[in-house]
């Protein structure tokens, strides 16, 4: 497969509110039956404080699959994953932050593209 004749192009930016005390989490919905989805740039910030943690993965379903890690990361730093990521059917992808304070405004903006199996 050539990566130049994929089929759709893909973008998305979700937004968030910290918690102070909890983890929270940003999430993709679940990639479609008979489709693949290859995200070569993610970013995740919180505009509004520093926190101390952000993780970013893939569940399958039953497991979460931890992929990044970036600690200690100050008020409006873009964290961004390292390489590409491959989710397949029923896969979805997610940025978990640690130590936001309640009313911070989180982004997570995925850039990539689609194909049909």
């Given at each position: 497969?050539?990566?130049?004749?994929?089929?759709?192009?893909y973008?998305r930016?979700?937004?968030?509110?910290?918690v102070?005390?909890?983890?929270?989490r940003?999430?993709?919905?679940p990639i479609?039956?008979k489709?693949f989805?290859?995200?070569?740039?993610?970013?995740?910030?919180?505009?509004t404080?520093?926190?101390?943690?952000?993780?970013?993965?893939?569940?399958?379903?039953?497991t979460?699959?931890?992929?990044?890690?970036?600690?200690?990361?100050?008020?409006?730093?873009?964290?961004i994953s390292?390489?590409?990521?491959?989710?397949?059917e029923?896969?979805?992808?997610?940025?978990?932050?640690?130590?936001?304070?309640?009313?911070?405004i989180?982004?997570?903006?995925?850039?990539?593209?689609?194909n049909d199996?």
């Open positions: 497969m050539n990566i130049n004749e994929f089929v759709r192009l973008r930016t979700l937004t968030g509110v910290g102070t005390g909890s983890v929270v940003l999430r993709l919905k479609r039956s489709r989805r290859v995200l070569t740039h993610v970013s995740v910030e919180n505009l404080t520093a926190y101390t943690k952000v993780r970013l993965g893939i569940n399958s379903g039953l979460d699959h931890y992929l990044d890690e970036l600690i200690t990361v100050a008020a409006d730093e873009l964290a390292r390489s590409d990521i491959l989710l397949g029923g896969d979805y992808f997610f940025a978990e932050l640690t130590g936001t304070v309640t009313g911070d989180l982004v997570m903006t995925c850039v990539g593209w689609e199996i």
